[in-house]
């Protein structure tokens, strides 16, 4: 069964530099069929898509974020990671690591891989944005 | 930017009730839309996907469709389980967009 467990560190100071990473147990990143994804939840608030990835590196990004964040994976060691620069208060939130599938959308005589549903998430790490 | 409108907000409900929570997407999507379940301190639960596909293991009294660029996810009976916040999500474009939600409580 897949599993997906976040780590970093609970509280980063204003301006610097967060970085969180994302194991995946129990499958591979390895894999065309999904994408590799980050998703936050601001205390009380809803969920905010921040990034994806797939196993080849193409990437996508929130353009309200874009700028400021970094996703890269690892096949070697089954792993993706986010990194968030000059983070702020704003940034204070959970933040979810997930598993996404593949959306077939039309792209002229043929079909177009791109991230659709997130399947399957990690509980999720706190992160305070604090001095 | 695509947005999502989700509504209610809040939706006061009974065990047994039928529910209805409402996604309208700011231009065509397709059916490319998925609905979320979350409870407190947990992640979100993918529930639907493709507007209407049933996520493996969910119960069947939960449904979605779609009409146009609104879509809709319906409890046929609500159980004291469902009782929680929904979301939409739609991924037509590559990115994604959530909706904002909609607190389910019981009356």
């Known amino acids: 069964q897949l599993h997906l467990q976040e780590s970093g560190p609970g509280l980063v100071k204003p301006s610097e530099t967060l970085s969180l990473s994302c194991t995946v147990s129990?499958?591979?990143?390895?894999?065309?069929?999904?994408?590799w994804a980050w998703i936050r939840q601001s205390p009380g608030k809803g969920l905010e898509w921040i990034a994806t990835?797939?196993?080849?590196?193409?990437?996508y990004y929130n353009p309200s974020l874009t700028g400021r964040v970094t996703i890269f994976v690892d096949t070697s060691s089954n792993h993706f990671s986010l990194q968030m620069s000059s983070v702020t208060a704003a940034d204070t939130a959970v933040y979810h690591c997930?598993?996404?599938?593949?959306?077939?959308?039309?792209?002229?005589?043929?079909?177009?891989?791109?991230?659709?549903?997130?399947?399957?998430w990690g509980q999720g790490i706190s992160v305070t944005v604090s001095s | 930017d695509i947005q999502m409108t989700q509504s209610p907000s809040t939706l006061s409900a009974s065990v047994g009730d039928r529910v209805t929570i409402t996604c309208r997407a700011s231009?065509?999507?397709?059916?490319?839309l998925a609905w979320y379940q979350q409870k407190p301190g947990k992640a979100p639960k993918l529930l639907i996907y493709?507007?209407?596909v049933l996520q493996s293991g969910v119960p069947s009294t939960f449904s979605g469709s779609r009409s146009g660029t609104e879509f809709t996810l319906t409890i046929s009976s609500l159980q004291p389980d469902d009782f929680a916040i929904y979301y939409c999500?739609?991924?037509?474009?590559?990115?994604?967009?959530f909706g904002q939600g909609t607190r389910l409580e019981i009356k």
């Open positions: 990835i797939d196993y080849r590196g193409t990437t």
């Open positions: 999500q739609q991924y037509s474009n590559s990115l994604s967009t």
């Open positions: 129990g499958g591979s990143i390895n894999n065309y069929d999904y994408f």
């Open positions: 231009q065509s999507i397709s059916n490319w």
């Open positions: 997930a598993r996404q599938g593949a959306a077939f959308l039309p792209a002229g005589m043929t079909r177009k891989a791109v991230p659709g549903e997130l399947d399957t």
């Open positions: 493709e507007a209407s």
